[in-house]
């Protein structure tokens, strides 16, 4: 099958070829979450080129897949930010996925770079098998960053999950509404619509910049995602309220592909002098059978990071990783994988 391999910015991108795309797995590899990483996280001076490849068939150009890269100098990268827990192509079917390699031969053969990296992506997925597979045609390849990543899938029902957590989980929820309830008025809210939204998140970042986070690097970042999220019907943020105080928040989204519905816990953030209450947990359960009795999701994932908490509301582990490869054609390409592959060989070496 002959292929042929353009460049497109972001914006053509999305004007010729948005309504082609299929469901994400997950909501931040979507075309919202891409646009909003574009105009809020961008570095200065770096622009977003749309790698796609095609196969002629009946004198038509088939566009396969779609693969959105930061080019900043001589550095490429995945468009992503500190938001995002998962990158990977926009692949336009499933056969697609097998031309992943193809696509990546094209990019670091017709364009100029010294580094390239890439992720944070499933360590299971087809993109990492090819990065892994593929490396020799590529440069010299480091290990970046690798992350935890807790789940839980194969849901069938609230009750099936509710009743597969531990038992001091469930008791402290227990005790804590208990004692929420006999000393004060609460009463939790899920926002789904966009007309409620506005509203809902002046709540959201009153209760963020009161918590123990650090300050948000871009709320119009997580307003514009939340609010697309939205007009999809992917939102979910709960607000828990005490004395009509809002007190607690988080933002979930869902998704559906192939018959798969994943509900991803993107935000979590409460006010400390509520901790008492586990307020967190009470509007975590209460976001939990949401999602699994009314959306019928059937994975939940908490993003990136290895919390001992998060093993108590979704046990299953798997990593996600960062690859950093270094162009092996160049001088400068080697020089920087001497300094950032080879030399840290060699100390570990001598130091062991």
Same mark, same amino acid.
């Given at each position: ?247 607690? +928040? /988080? ?6 592909? %192939?018959?798969? *519905? =994943? ?5 979590? &953030? !409460? ?56 162009? +092996? /054609? ?6 920087? %994988?001497?300094? *950032? =592959? ?5 100390? &570990? !070496?001598?130091?062991?």
């Amino acid at each position: 099958m002959a292929t042929l391999y353009q460049q497109f910015s972001l914006a053509e991108f999305v004007k010729q070829y948005s309504a082609e795309i299929a469901q994400p797995r997950y909501y931040e590899l979507s075309l919202p979450w891409l646009l909003a990483s574009e105009s809020y996280m961008l570095a200065e001076g770096a622009d977003v080129i749309v790698h796609c490849l095609f196969k002629k068939s009946d004198n038509k150009d088939i566009i396969l897949i779609a693969w959105p890269l930061v080019h900043r100098g001589q550095a490429i990268s995945s468009l992503t930010s500190f938001y995002s827990t998962v990158t990977e192509p926009l692949f336009f079917s499933k056969e697609a996925q097998q031309k992943l390699p193809s696509l990546l031969q094209c990019i670091t053969q017709q364009n100029q770079w010294q580094s390239l990296s890439l992720g944070p992506i499933d360590s299971t997925s087809l993109l990492a098998q090819a990065l892994s597979n593929g490396q020799d045609n590529i440069g010299y390849r480091r290990l970046f960053a690798q992350s935890d990543n807790f789940y839980l899938n194969e849901l069938s029902s609230f009750e099936q999950y509710y009743q597969q957590r531990p038992s001091q989980l469930k008791n402290t929820i227990k005790r804590k509404a208990k004692k929420l309830a006999k000393q004060h008025s609460y009463h939790i809210d899920i926002i789904t619509q966009e007309s409620d939204l506005a509203a809902a998140f002046i709540h959201y970042k009153s209760i963020y910049q009161q918590s123990w986070k650090a300050d948000e690097y871009s709320f119009d970042f997580i307003d514009y995602v939340c609010r697309h999220a939205a007009q999809q019907g992917k939102l979910r943020l709960g607000l828990l309220f005490v004395d009509n105080i809002a007190v607690a +928040a /988080q933002i979930w989204f869902v998704q559906e592909s %192939a018959q798969v *519905k =994943v509900a991803s816990i993107f935000k979590l &953030a !409460y006010i400390p002098q509520y901790q008492d209450y586990s307020v967190g947990s009470l509007l975590s359960m209460a976001l939990s059978e949401h999602v699994l009795s009314c959306d019928k999701v059937n994975e939940i994932e908490f993003g990136m990071g290895s919390e001992a908490y998060k093993k108590d509301w979704l046990p299953k582990l798997r990593s996600r990783v960062t690859y950093q490869f270094f162009n +092996a /054609q160049t001088i400068y390409g080697n020089l920087l %994988a001497l300094r *950032k =592959v080879l030399l840290p060989k060699v100390k &570990a !070496y001598f130091l062991r």
